[in-house]
């Protein structure tokens, strides 16, 4: 069984620009969450896929969207990067809502 | 809406000493508690859970976490700490009955262990 596996693990963009990260969920997972994690906070929920359906989704602008594929991968777009988008990006996969969320390392992404 | 308050931001303490990691949370339903670990430059790794039954959990290591409802707390302790668990320790809840909303996380707590 391999773990949930993020790239790319770090990022540069400017102001303005586009981002694509991309997570690979535990196999069998249904379910994979995004979670933004600026410095010094804990993580931030951004939004939920469910077999490819977005879910649940927390407090964060229509400019971050996202995208789930039946091989159990996943990506979290952002467009019109702002400066506080700058941080560190976690996907996390579970059976489902309630099961328990494995978390990857994470990409870091710093927006200038 | 759900909150999660970590008392302390930073915490040291003497390898082999006790320590303590205060977690509170804020609730108007039921929710499932966590804390998670986060070693530098990684991700989070789930340290234990509280879903139902017992109050009192514990972790493989020899972290352990009670739950009390009436406090509305989730303390993480453990009786002597190693080097090896500094690290960052996040408090968090999931909406018990639907996770749709994602994991609540607390700011964290940085656990510093000195020699």
């Known amino acids: 069984e391999t773990g949930v596996t993020q790239s790319p693990t770090h990022l540069i963009k400017t102001r303005g620009q586009q981002v694509t990260l991309r997570c690979s969920s535990q196999?069998?997972?249904?379910?994979v969450s995004w979670y933004q994690q600026a410095l010094g906070q804990g993580p931030q929920f951004i939004f939920q896929?469910?077999?490819?359906?977005?879910?649940g989704r927390g407090n964060f602008p229509p400019r971050f969207s996202g995208l789930q594929f039946p091989n159990y991968s996943s990506e979290l777009n952002v467009n019109a990067l702002e400066l506080d988008d700058s941080a560190l990006y976690l996907c996390?996969?579970?059976?489902?809502?309630?099961?328990?969320?494995?978390f990857g390392p994470g990409t870091r992404l710093t927006v200038t | 809406a759900q909150s999660v308050t970590q008392l302390d931001s930073q915490v040291p303490v003497f390898e082999e000493a006790p320590v303590e990691l205060r977690c509170n949370y804020s609730?108007?339903?039921?929710?499932?508690l966590f804390w998670y670990v986060q070693y530098p430059n990684q991700g989070l790794q789930l340290l234990l859970k509280?879903?139902?039954?017992?109050?009192l959990v514990e972790s493989i290591n020899g972290f352990e976490a009670e739950f009390n409802k009436s406090q509305t707390s989730f303390h993480l302790r453990k009786p002597s700490v190693h080097i090896s668990d500094t690290a960052e320790y996040f408090c968090?809840?999931?909406?018990?009955?639907?996770?749709?909303?994602?994991?609540?996380f607390g700011k964290g707590t940085h656990l510093i262990i000195q020699p």
């Open positions: 509280y879903l139902s039954g017992s109050t």
């Open positions: 996390a996969s579970s059976l489902d809502s309630v099961g328990e969320q494995y």
């Open positions: 896929y469910y077999r490819e359906e977005e879910n």
């Open positions: 968090a809840v999931l909406l018990a009955g639907g996770g749709a909303d994602g994991l609540t």
């Open positions: 196999s069998g997972h249904n379910t």
């Open positions: 609730s108007s339903v039921s929710v499932y």
